[in-house]
């Protein structure tokens, strides 16, 4: 150990008696803690990973290490937080580092439980697909001692492999966009010194991929050779090779497209792209609206053919397609959707009257039987399928009747994956499939040679051509509208098609209805013109969201201390999926997502303590409760409580869009900074880019208004603000630099432009594609179109 700065140590642990031993010895742990203080203090210079696999109680083991020596050398990082460089370790002479795996219950202070930290695979067997744990920062390969390789040897001499274990580790790390940084070879430690001098002669091409500010969690790539990344990524690099990298993410546009390295090139110390959404009409090929007739509206003027299906008028939402048991809509040949030997991504909402314990409703299909060519979007027993014949994935999800849900089915050709999403979530998806490839015509409501049926009904179904970002599918989840040019639905022409009778007597019923909508609508003009309100920072009964998380009871007593760590997530994910979707988180979920892999005994009482704890703080402010509602937990708020993201969010819903007073208030809301500032939690990240991308427009959208009243500060301000949110949004830039040329200082117009092209550089690794005079004519003429600036 003393002398190998690469070697770690591992260990068996048991529970014997109150103490914790290594099993067939008399030694205790607290013997292997006084060693590995020894080494540590013995090398000031050594970074030592310390890996112990226990069942049973891990706050024993964390007990025992806290009153230990080697104590001030230990290091901890809390789910979340990137890991620092070893020169950071060893300056901070936090060079210990402690990882536990197996059957653990609680958590420590100093032991890094494996699955939350390291992507692990296993030399001795073949991993197929990618892990959904590949974008953990950290990289572990177990059993390499175990590698079948091609060449024999005598005795341990291994090193006549070398071939073989280090094409493996060029392999897997090529894979998975990862350096190795723990190998396992057991007791075998120095007859594979030769790995790491061999890994290091290769040059390490790394970098960040981001969008609005954060980095992304998963990256695919089109090369063959790669599948799944994290958004930190670390490739090697061959001499004389020429590399291409070609990274996507579903609803995004990458800056810059390509990564190429060659020979003649100085390799740069990282790599940072951009990722920028895409439209969401970008790649759409049909959009139903069921507005009494089934009616595409990228192609109004086909008419489709079906049987038994009608049109209802559904109380939640409006006019709905009405597919009940043998009922089915002919909609053609599948590549007028893009659906064959292509990425592609269906998504309705979908309502089941009946939902069949021992058979299949259908949403989507066609009747072809043969491989690949038999596509059924399904639910089997009750369970959302994405089939494509002896090609399927099924998710363990289950749906009841009578809800209306968002669904949608992705395929990514690239990785062969198979993805169901239900209410904006992903249940669940599959690597390895290959692609659809039937030529019959696809039928709604139907599928299986007619053998499964829809019973229930439909509404705006989509068909894109390419895979959808899940923030994409959680803004269609959400209701957003697809804006398809400046499509408007006909008058539908009443009088011919039921007679003059039926007609006067419809047209009067229209006249008084007319009456009722001019009255509401007045009403509802009235209320949109109010100014919400936005109270004042230590206003009585308020939550607020943007900046740091702030709460101030019914007596103006500050308690955002009460809400700890775990309390402060339930509340928030039930009420972020309240404003979602009004039905609130189901039980079941919000266990999947805030105690992950505890057994389930351990989970309910986790959660019933936590739910206590909140509600019993709630008690302190009006307007807020959380309830239990058929498995479901509830935010139920009234106006006398206030959330400014609660507001925030209410504005955005509004249909066509705020006026200048909401915009207006809509800034004060976020101008207190990023929503949930230092708040990480994985499954916030959708809502938190949702929400990045809101306050962009928006605040763009105000910056034409105050143009108009040539309010110039106000605009700077707008800027500022959106370039927190995006430091390099080519907009807010550009605004910023007009008004400097506005108010004639052209000389800090230019300094800012060249600050944004300097730091452009450094992020993306190129120069900006544009001048000063080119990129203030280029932005002048886009959002003269896009805003209506002067």
């Keep these: 150990m003393q002398s190998d700065t690469n070697a770690g140590l591992e260990f068996e642990l048991t529970k014997e008696d109150e103490q914790i031993m290594l099993p067939g010895t008399e030694r205790k742990f607290d013997y292997i803690l006084e060693r590995i203080n020894q080494i540590i203090t013995t090398d000031s210079t050594k970074v030592l990973p310390v890996f112990l696999h226990f069942d049973g109680n891990i706050q024993l083991l964390d007990s025992i290490i806290s009153s230990s020596g080697v104590v001030p050398h230990i290091f901890y990082l809390p789910q979340g937080e990137a890991w620092p460089s070893l020169e950071y370790l060893i300056q901070a002479n936090r060079r210990v580092i402690f990882f536990i795996s197996g059957d653990v219950k609680n958590s420590g202070k100093t032991l890094h439980y494996i699955d939350d930290y390291i992507f692990e695979i296993s030399a001795n067997r073949v991993n197929t697909g990618t892990d959904k744990n590949t974008n953990r920062e950290l990289f572990m390969i177990s059993n390499f001692g175990d590698l079948p390789v091609s060449n024999s040897t005598r005795g341990n001499d291994i090193k006549n492999m070398v071939p073989d274990y280090i094409n493996y580790l060029l392999e897997n790390w090529t894979r998975y966009g990862k350096k190795p940084n723990f190998i396992f070879v057991g007791n075998n430690i120095l007859n594979f010194d030769f790995i790491i001098f061999q890994l290091n002669s290769f040059t390490w091409i790394t970098g960040t991929i981001r969008a609005s500010g954060k980095t992304l969690d998963k990256i695919y790539w089109k090369n063959p050779e790669v599948s799944i990344t994290g958004g930190k990524f670390c490739f090697p690099y061959r001499g004389g090779d020429e590399l291409t990298l070609t990274p996507f993410v579903p609803g995004y546009r990458m800056t810059p497209e390509q990564i190429i390295v060659t020979g003649e090139m100085e390799v740069p110390e990282n790599y940072h792209i951009m990722a920028r959404p895409v439209e969401l009409t970008q790649g759409l090929t ?136 239900l209410n904006g979530r992903n249940i669940g998806s599959s690597n390895g499939h290959p692609p659809f490839s039937g030529t019959a015509d696809i039928h709604l409501g139907s599928a299986l040679s007619q053998g499964a049926s829809m019973r229930g009904y439909i509404d705006d179904l989509n068909f894109w051509n390419r895979p959808l ?55 509802k003009e009235f209320v949109n013109n109010q100014k919400p309100r936005v109270p004042k920072k230590n206003a009585a009964n308020q939550i607020c969201l943007f900046g740091n998380f702030n709460a101030v009871d019914n007596q103006e007593n500050d308690i955002s201390t009460q809400f700890t760590p775990k309390v402060k997530e339930l509340f928030l994910f039930v009420l972020l ?192 594609p544009m001048n000063f005079e080119q990129f203030n004519g280029h932005f002048s003429n886009l959002l003269k179109m896009k805003n209506g600036l002067k």
């Design 286 to 421: 049909a959009s139903f609206i069921f507005d009494e007739k089934t009616r595409n509206v990228l192609a109004p003027e086909k008419s489709y053919t079906g049987q038994n299906f009608s049109f209802s008028r559904d109380f939640e939402r409006g006019p709905v397609l009405r597919l009940p048991e043998n009922a089915n809509v002919n909609l053609g040949n599948p590549d007028i959707y893009g659906l064959r030997n292509s990425s592609f991504t269906v998504c309705c909402f979908v309502k089941f009257s009946e939902i069949l314990e021992y058979n299949d409703n259908a949403v989507l299909g066609n009747y072809e039987t043969e491989y690949r060519r038999g596509l059924h979007l399904i639910l089997r027993s009750g369970h959302p399928y994405f089939g494509l014949w002896a090609n399927d994935y099924i998710s363990t999800e289950k749906l009841e009747p009578n809800v209306w849900y968002h669904m949608a089915w992705r395929y990514i050709i690239e990785t062969g994956e198979q993805a169901i999403f």
């Design 577 to 768: 999926a309240t404003l979602k979707n009004k039905n609130g988180a189901s039980v079941s979920i919000i266990d999947a997502h805030l105690w992950p892999g505890l057994p389930a005994r351990k989970v309910s009482n986790n959660r019933a303590v936590t739910l206590n704890k909140l509600r019993k703080i709630l008690q302190n402010l009006d307007g807020i409760e959380i309830v239990t509602q058929n498995g479901y937990l509830i935010a139920n708020l009234e106006k006398s409580f206030f959330c400014d993201y609660v507001e925030a969010f209410e504005l955005c819903q509004l249909p066509g869009g705020m006026n200048k007073t909401q915009l207006e208030t809509f800034f004060q809301l976020v101008k207190k900074g990023r929503f949930l500032k230092g708040t990480n939690w994985a499954w916030l990240d959708e809502i938190r880019g949702y929400t990045g991308n809101q306050v962009i427009d928006n605040l763009l959208k105000l910056a034409a208004y105050y143009n108009n009243d040539n309010d110039l500060p106000k605009m700077e301000a707008l800027a500022k603000r959106i370039l927190e949110y995006d430091d390099l949004n080519e907009e807010a830039t550009w605004l910023q630099v007009w008004v400097l040329r506005q108010m004639h200082n052209i000389h800090q117009a230019r300094f800012h432009f060249e600050s944004f092209c300097t730091k452009y550089q450094n992020t993306l690794g190129e120069k900006f």
């Design 469 to 523: 970002g899940a923030e994409e599918i959680t803004r269609l989840a959400l209701n957003e509208e697809i804006k398809v040019g400046n499509e408007k639905i006909p008058p539908r022409d009443f009088l011919n098609k039921y007679g003059l009778i039926l007609g006067i007597t419809v047209l009067s019923i229209l006249v008084f209805i007319l009456v009722i909508l001019t009255f509401i609508h007045k009403k």
